[in-house]
């Protein structure tokens, strides 16, 4: 059986998510871009001919998971100096802070330079 409109439209909307994160999270970056995109697609291209609801709420949930990880968790950093070892950092408001770094927006430790 066929799914349900209401399920292609979810799928649709994390998949469409997903390119958005990851526009966000690799800008100015050409090749990380590239290649999560072929990777976005790559996995939903693969799970194309589910029909298996429940499957597919499967894979649904583990998009959502994916997204949350990419949009909280990946920074990028840029060497700025190589005799330093200076990188300059791309933070988002969402990204994660753990405890252990004890940094806050703005605070800036050892070599590293917050341009958030």
Do not use: C, W, Y
Not at 13 to 39: M, N, Y
Not at 74 to 103: C, W
């Amino acid at each position: 059986m066929a799914p349900s409109t209401a399920l292609r439209m979810e799928v649709l909307s994390i998949f469409r998510k997903l390119h958005r994160t990851r526009q966000k999270i690799f800008s100015g970056d050409a090749l990380a871009l590239v290649e999560a995109r072929k990777t976005i697609n790559s996995e939903f291209q693969s799970r194309r001919s589910q029909t298996d609801e429940e499957e597919i709420n499967k894979s649904i949930q583990m998009a959502i998971e994916a997204e949350v990880v990419l949009r909280k968790t990946i920074v990028q950093a840029k060497l700025v100096d190589d005799n330093n070892e200076v990188f300059k950092v791309k933070i988002h408001p969402e990204t994660l802070r753990n405890d252990n770094a004890k940094l806050k927006v703005g605070e800036v430790p050892g070599n590293i330079r917050n341009d958030s």
